[in-house]
Nanobody
Framework: VQLQASGGGLVQAGGSLRLSCAASGRTFSGYVMGWFRQAPGKEREFVATISGSGGSTYYADSVKGRFTISRDNAKKTVNLQMNNLKPEDTAIYSC?????????????????WGQGTLVTVSS
């Protein structure tokens, strides 16, 4: 599966952005999809993940209540709606995929990665 993230940009604190990740290949619904981010000088960290059916979602504590992950299996896309953005959300956001039925919250659980999209939140 190939992945391409988009939707990043510059936004003021308190604002919103919607990231999208488009996937190619068959059986998209068979993949658990995740979003990760990497801030300058920091390690890549888990943000959110969603099961193949979309019925299960998990979030990092730092984004819970502000971010929402969703997917459209017919369009082969996964989205990350980010509200009430904070300067500490500034990072490169990447989408990832796993064909394992186990939902992972670590980067090692995702063999497939797309190029990231930059989100910058100004104070």
């Amino acid at each position: 599966v190939q992945l391409q993230a988009s939707g990043g940009g510059l936004v003021q604190a308190g604002g919103s952005l919607r990231l999208s990740c488009a996937a190619s290949g068959r059986t998209f619904s068979g993949y658990v999809m995740g979003w990760f981010r990497q801030a300058p000088g920091k390690e890549r960290e888990f943000v959110a993940t969603i099961s193949g059916s979309g019925g299960s979602t998990y979030y990092a504590d730092s984004v819970k209540g502000r971010f929402t992950i969703s997917r459209d299996n017919a369009k082969k896309t996964v989205n990350l709606q980010m509200n009430n953005l904070k300067p500490e959300d500034t990072a490169i956001y990447s989408c990832a995929a796993s064909s394992s039925p186990v939902i992972a919250t670590t980067r090692r659980g995702y063999p497939y990665w797309g190029q990231g999209t930059l989100v910058t939140v100004s104070s």
